[in-house]
């Protein structure tokens, strides 16, 4: 049976970014691309249940920076045995959330998988997130913020992590969809010859899909932040500190 | 056929012996007779020295010289000699801790009859063990993912790199902006770039190359890190992903040497850049700067009323053979009065950070009882000296971190050879390290 | 009929949680500039009884055993079948855990647009302009709703929840589980608690980290009692760790953990490069350091230079006292 992993490049936010003229997308000549740091979790996550289950993993990515070749063979490096690469009129587009799963849904029907795992989120998905919205275009239940999940008879059981550490214990009847926020372990390693010799011997499907309705999100500026810049310094006596701490923790509902 | 090399066909033992009246009847003439140990499987001594490059981990027989000069052993428990009998009675060096704390400074090397080589044998069973999907500690995970990505381990975007230069006060020509060829192409590495301290290293040595003439200039952005502490832990790999487009970007240029600050990445460019297709002439910067004393020292004008010792890195004396050029820097310091530490030049002590321990660093305190770097510092100090001399760039922060930790920062400073000639040179005031 | 800015409840263990207040406040500011009610879609199990203390105009409940603990299908599936002939203007939704995967469902399922990770919803002129924190924070999207009824899934934090109460409690309007609530493929929820045995800083809200400044192991005192009074949880720089001092599951930095707390809360930490790798990413960062030079200062929101035990005992009597 299957696992898919949807698999999504987004901008580095580690770099400096930079809007473009048209004000309503990054400069997206000047940013570099990482996999989505979630989506790694997620491929961790399925590996981790399909070398207990026997499930063969497939990864899926839409291409929207002409780079996802090197991400999809780190995945078959790390375990996954087929990579599929959707690609089409939209290299360069930020593509929303809905319209990268209205191009999914059709290659996930097709292979039919009983679990479908992403990222729980990522850096520009404005219009929601993808693991949600998929389930609603499947009709599948779902589960998200998922920090450990596990196949018994039939049903994927997941833990949900809510807030202050407390967890939620689901049972999905499968097919189900998942969002991880963190593999029961952290992302294996792989090392960069391994890479290379699957780049040597393994291949990616492509396949070529149409441009979906409401390619990008809706926005209508996009604008920096004002910069706080370096410390505010606080000065007075330790008594005064001490107030000012207090009312800054108070006033961001801190305390 | 030399009748004393004939081997003994057949050998009796006699129940009873008299030899001139003594009776010596014993099991002591079963000593003719051959012997095979087979008290301990050799397999997993086998499956190390069956990895190219790690043959000659099964050469060791034991004689023991290496561990009193393995730098690991020193805080810990550590050496070929001890890797090699571990294997014997069944612990597996591709599980064990011990696969991540050799430094590869080669001091063993140096010693051993049988030439048992760690620094082929380490980098060849990490890659295996990472091969064979074994886990490897996260903060050397973290350092090899950041370098696949960014190109440095820091984790530091690519087009900060030149960002240090603005810093300088002094030009600093970036090849991709001036486009013209060069007599010094200046190889700056990732944490004289990146980090705080190492970024003023930089700085000082661009305003020595500026006083003294130099044609020189840095690639900025286009550099990344010359890969050799990866192809050390065992990312050989990564390595030749770097050394490649390394050498991709350098073949855009001209110019005639390069001049590195990085004592790992002279030894990548002088053996094994080679070997991928990039051939160059690669210069320390200690060794550049000596050669340029007749001019450096008339303008060596303030003294330094400092007491200093210095510390060899390992990939710049054991490994690539300089010990003499940073000896004469320092001793051409005006006011500097210079004490060796017992362990140098050949014998250096190592600071922990090679062949990846600069990504190992709890890992490895985990399982020594001091850091090695700290074990170095307390040397230094034991020396009489108020300064410790450095000229490779892990160097300045695991040791000023050290005297942190070992309580004496307040009586030892640690520098670069750089900051200190450009002190000296009233380039760079005292404090401004 | 008046338009309508409708509020999912969000509650834990029988408790609206505080970020429900503050959607509730910001649909009144909403409604009282539209001239529109505020309505509260309250679900659970046995959870009637919280109705009247929700500042809403109306409330309507809907009480299922599959919808005891929020989960996201029960709780989407309830919503997508009500909106379509509720049709509010918006509808607010927490961009929590619980929040986000109904946000995005029922957008989804409905087509109705959606805005996420909201942290500011006003009017200019006469639209509506919502802003979401993109890119790690590092960008603002503005994004103008047009007419069609919109979701917004808001952060928490960001909107204040001093909505004025309308006095008497609002109108309590009870409704059908929908029959979607037989079919459901979510299966048993439980909750369960941390346990109390190891904390892990990685995903404490908020943090007191100690550096050398501290001094010695018994002042670690003090700063426990400070983190238990701001409900934080204690880390510290690592020549701590190596002391002995505390476990290494508490260091942060480079050869520690990465932490990204909503208050990172330094104290006698000077902020090496190593340090300053795992904490940067904090919301907030507060230091007191004695040395106005510590680069700490260099990544803080706001610093005291100044003696961190004067500073913690100062706090402790105002915490605490
Ligand atoms: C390879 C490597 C990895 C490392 N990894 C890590 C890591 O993961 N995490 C980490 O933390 N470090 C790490 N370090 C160590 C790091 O370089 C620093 O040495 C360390 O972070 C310093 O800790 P500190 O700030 O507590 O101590 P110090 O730098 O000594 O700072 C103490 C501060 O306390 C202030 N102070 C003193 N008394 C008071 C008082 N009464 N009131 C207010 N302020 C006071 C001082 O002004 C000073 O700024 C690493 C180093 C190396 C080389
Ligand atoms: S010096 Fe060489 S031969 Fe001798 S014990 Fe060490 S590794 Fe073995
Ligand atoms: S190379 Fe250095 S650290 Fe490694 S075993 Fe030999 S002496 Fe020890």
Redesign the pocket.
Known sequence: MTIVVVMEQVPDVVEELAIAPSGTDLDRDAVSYVLNEYDDHALEEALLLAEASGDEVVAVGIDTTGELDQTLYTALAKGARRAIKLTGDFEGTWLSTRAAARLLVPVIQELGPRLVLTGVQAPDDLDGQLAPTLAALLGWPHASVVIGSELVDGVVQVRKELWGGITMTLELELPAVLGVQAARQAPRYVPISRVRQVMREASIETREVEAPDGLVPAVTTLRVPEQAGRAEILTGSPAEIADRIIELLRARGLL | MDPSLKKVAEVWERETAIVEGMDISGPWNRMFGQRVIWDYSPDLIEEIAQLPGAESFAWCYQCGKCVPVCPVDVVGDYGPRKLYRRAQTGINLLDSPDLWLCTTCANCLRVCPKLVDMVQIMPAAREHAMLTGRAIPAELQEALENTAIYGNPLGQPARKREAWVKDAGVPVPILHQIQRPVEWLWWVECYPSYHPRGIDASIALARIFNALGLDFAILGREEKCAGDSQRLAGERGLFEMLAEENIRTLAKYEFRHIVVTDPHALNAFRKHYPKLGGQYDVWHYTTLLARELPKLQPLLTKSLPYRVTFHDPCYLGRHNGEYDAPRQLIQALPGVEFVEMLRCRENSYCCGGGGGG?WL??FAAGHQRRRLSEERVLEAVSTGADTLVVCCPYEV??FE?AA??TGVEGRLRVRDIAELLAEAMGLIGEDAA | MTQRIAVLVEHLEGQPTDVTFELLGLARRIANTDGASVQAYLFGERVGHLAESLPADSVTVVEHSALHHLAPEPTARVLAALLPADLPRLLLVPNTSLGMDVAAWVAAALEWPLVAYCQALEHRGSRLVATAQLFGGKILADVTLDERPTVIAALAGAFAADAVNPGAPGKIERRDAPAELAALRTRSVVLERPEAADVDITRAEKIVAV???I?SKDNLELAEQVAQALGAVLAA????VDAGWLPRSR??????LKVKPKLYFA?????????LE?MKDAELIIA????PK?PIFGVADYGAV????EVSEALLERLEG
């Open positions: 600069m660093d709890s922060s695991r971190d942190k930790s | 550096g050398r400044g001094e720089s690592r020549p701590l260091q942060v930095g480079k050869s520690g104290l006698g930490i000077s902020g090496a490069p190593e340090h795992g007191v350091n004695k040395d510590a100044a003696d961190l035990f």
